[in-house]
C-alpha cells in the first residue's frame, strides 16, 4: 500500500512514555542547583555536530559559512559570524572526492563521493564518537537511486512489487548516513535481500525519550548484526545491550539538512530557529485527519495514520490521535488551538487566510500555525482549484506561520522537490520546499515512496519537540521509525523550543529568572488546577536544556 493512491495508509503513534517528576533544591539553593544540573552533559552541543559542505558548490559553501561563519567556511560573503558558531565543519572538496550534484546521486558513488570522505575524515580526526550529529547542506544530494532499478520508488505501482521482492533498496542520503559505519550495500547484486540496503533497518532511536548524548557509542564503528524480519525486509538487531555487535541508539548519527528552494530560503529557515520561543496560548497545532472515526484506536484499522499494512514492525498506534489526546492532557497547550479534524470533504480541509481563493472553502484557521500534520494530497476533499493550481499542492502557503513550525505530511514524495527535481506528474503533492519558503522552521518527510508506516510520527515530534526540551535533532529521529529508508529532516538541528507557559516573568526567554519567580509565586503550569511539584519539574527540565545549549556552549 502506498501513499500516493487514494486508501489508507499507515503512520501511527508510540505508546505514551512518562515523564517522571522530582522536586528539586528549594529556592535558597538554586544556585547551587544551576551547578549541578545546567551543566547536564545531556544535551546535544554544538561541538558535536558536523556540518558537511562542498566549497565547489556555491549553494552548499553559501550556507555552511551562513551556518557556522565566515572564519570556519572561508570563500564566501565573509564577515559572517555564524548562527552556530561553535559547530565543526567538514569541506568534501578537501577530501578530493568527484564532487557530486544535486537532486539523485547512485550507490556507486554514494560511498567514494560521501560516505567514505565523511567516515575517514572523522576517523582520522578522532571524532568518530566526538560526533552525534552530521548537516548536510544546500547543493548536495538528497536521493540514492535504486541499485538495480534507479528511479522505481517513484511510481507506486512498482514500489508494492519492489518491496514484496525484498529488493527496494533506495534511499534518502540522509538516512543512509545515521548509519554511516555500516556497508549496508555489501553483496548487493539486485536479488532477493541479498544487502542490508535492500528495505529498512528498525531505528533504534524511534519513539526515544532522552537525548542522544547519554546513549553510548564507543562501539558505533563496529559492524552491527542485523538479521531480516517479515517482508521488505525490517532489519532489526540483535544481542545484548552491551554486545558490540548490537545496533543501540548511540550508535547513530543524527542527519539533518537545511535546504530549501533558495539561499534565502534556507537562511530564513535558520534564522527562524534561534532563540526560539513559542507562545502556546495562540500558536495552532493542525492535526487534519480524514475519513477516520476520530478514536485512538490501539489496534490498526486501516485509517492512513493506523493501517499497519506495509511494515507491521513499524507501526505503534493512532498516530493523529493519540497526538491530540497527548497533548489535550498535557494541559499545557491552549485548547482551541489544538485544531483536531477527523472528517472528509474539500469543506472539511483545514485553509489558512493567505490564499484568497482558498479560504472560501474549508475550514479557516487564522491564528499562527506551529505544526502542519494533514493527510495532505491524500485528503478525501482539497479546497477547490484557482487557475488550475490544485489546492493539495498548494495549501501549506496558505498559512500564517509562528516561528518554529513543523511541517509532516502523509504525502509520499512531498520532500522530492529539492535540488531542482520538481514534483512527480502524476502525484502531485504539498512540498516541504514551499513550507519552508513559505515561512516554516522545520520539516520531516519523504523523499521517495516510503509507505505509510514509516511516515515520521507526530506524537513524538510534539512530545520531544514542541512540548518537550529534546533539540530538533533528537526529536525528528525519534519521530521516524525507520532507517536506511525515504526519510529526511529539515532545519537547524540544535534549535530548541522554549514556550510561553514556562516563561513565568514573561520576559520572552526561560531561564534561572523564571525559576525564582515561580518560587516567589508559583503557578500552575500544566493547568490542572493545582499548583505542585510537576509544575516546577516542567519549568526546571526546560531551564536546564536552555542553559546547557544557550549559555554554556558558544553558538
Known amino acids: ?23 528539586l533544591a528549594p529556592a535558597a539553593a538554586l544556585c547551587s542547583w544551576l551547578l549541578t544540573f545546567g551543566i547536564s552533559s545531556a544535551q546535544l552541543r554544538p561541538d558535536e555536530v558536523l556540518v558537511v559542505y562542498d566549497s565547489r558548490i556555491t549553494d552548499s559553501r553559501d550556507v555552511a559559512e551562513y551556518y557556522a561563519g565566515s572564519l570556519k567556511v572561508p570563500g564566501g560573503a565573509g564577515g559572517l559570524a555564524g548562527a552556530r558558531r561553535g559547530v565543526r565543519v567538514f569541506d568534501l ?55 538495480d532499478t534507479n528511479d522505481i520508488m517513484d511510481f ?42 535492500d528495505g529498512v533497518v528498525l531505528n533504534p532511536f524511534w519513539k526515544s525519550a532522552v537525548s542522544i548524548t547519554v ?28 554486545s558490540t555487535t548490537r545496533l543501540n541508539p548511540g550508535d547513530i548519527y543524527l542527519v539533518c539538512r537545511l535546504d530549501g528552494r533558495t539561499i534565502a530560503d534556507v537562511r530564513g529557515m535558520i534564522d527562524r530557529a534561534q532563540n526560539l520561543y513559542v507562545n502556546i496560548q495562540t500558536a495552532a497545532l493542525l492535526l487534519d485527519e480524514s475519513a ?37 492532557a498535557d494541559g499545557r497547550w491552549a485548547a482551541a488551538n489544538i485544531r483536531y479534524n477527523s472528517l472528509s470533504g474539500f469543506n472539511q480541509f483545514f485553509v489558512g487566510p493567505r490564499l484568497s481563493w482558498m479560504n472560501t472553502h474549508g475550514i479557516l484557521v487564522t491564528s499562527p500555525v506551529v505544526l502542519v500534520a494533514s493527510y495532505g494530497a491524500n485528503h478525501s476533499g482539497q479546497p477547490l482549484t484557482s487557475g488550475g493550481v490544485t489546492g ?9 506561520y509562528a516561528n518554529g513550525a513543523v511541517f509532516n505530511t502523509i504525502e509520499s514524495y512531498n520532500c522530492r522537490d529539492l535540488g531542482g527535481l520538481g514534483q512527480l506528474p502524476f502525484a502531485v503533492q504539498q512540498q516541504a520546499a514551499d513550507f519552508i519558503g513559505a515561512g516554516g522552521t522545520f520539516a520531516v518527510g519523504n523523499v521517495w515512496e516510503p509507505l505509510a508506516d514509516s511516515v515520521p510520527d507526530n506524537r513524538y515530534l510534539v512530545q520531544n519537540f514542541l512540548l518537550g526540551n529534546m533539540c530538533w535533532a533528537e526529536a525528528a ?42 518560587e516567589k509565586l508559583p503557578t500552575d503550569i500544566n493547568r490542572n488546577g493545582t499548583t505542585d511539584a510537576a509544575d516546577r519539574t516542567i519549568l526546571v527540565r526546560a531551564i536546564r536544556a536552555a542553559e546547557r545549549t544557550d549559555s554554556l556552549i558558544p553558538r
Open 1 to 23: 500500500m502506498n501513499l500516493s493512491s487514494p486508501q489508507p495508509h499507515v503512520c501511527v503513534p508510540k505508546s505514551l512514555q512518562s515523564r517522571g517528576c522530582g522536586w
Open 215 to 242: 546513549q553510548t557509542n564507543v562501539n558505533n564503528t563496529v559492524a552491527k548484526t542485523l538479521g531480516g524480519s517479515g517482508i521488505g525486509p525490517v532489519w532489526i538487531t540483535s544481542g545484548g545491550v552491551t
Open 292 to 328: 477516520s472515526n476520530g478514536v485512538a484506536d490501539a489496534a490498526s484499522n486501516g485509517e492512513f495514520d493506523n493501517s499497519g499494512s506495509g511494515f507491521p514492525a513499524l507501526r505503534d498506534a493512532d498516530d493523529y490521535e493519540f497526538t491530540r489526546d497527548i497533548t489535550t
Open 477 to 518: 529521529w525519534s519521530s521516524i521509525p525507520a532507517l536506511s529508508w525515504m526519510q529526511i529532516a529539515l532545519g537547524d538541528p540544535l534549535a530548541r523550543v522554549q514556550r510561553s507557559s514556562e516563561d513565568i516573568n514573561a520576559d520572552g526567554r526561560v531561564g534561572a529568572d523564571d525559576l525564582y519567580a515561580w
Open 93 to 147: 572538496a578537501s577530501s578530493g572526492a568527484t564532487v557530486t550534484v544535486p537532486g539523485n546521486i547512485t550507490y556507486a558513488n554514494f560511498g567514494p563521493r560521501l560516505r567514505v570522505p565523511i567516515r575517514d575524515y572523522l576517523g582520522n580526526s578522532g571524532l568518530a564518537q566526538r560526533i552525534r550529529c552530521l548537516v548536510l547542506t544546500k547543493g548536495l544530494p538528497h536521493r540514492i537511486l535504486d541499485s
Open 392 to 400: 493539495g499542492t498548494v495549501y501549506a502557503t496558505s498559512y500564517n
Open 156 to 197: 507506486p505501482g512498482s514500489v508494492v512489487d519492489e518491496i514484496v521482492a525484498n529488493d527496494a533498496n533506495a534511499a534518502s542520503v540522509d538516512t543512509e548516513l545515521t548509519l554511516l559505519w555500516q556497508d549496508l550495500t555489501s553483496g548487493e547484486a539486485g536479488g532477493s535481500a541479498d544487502s542490508k540496503s
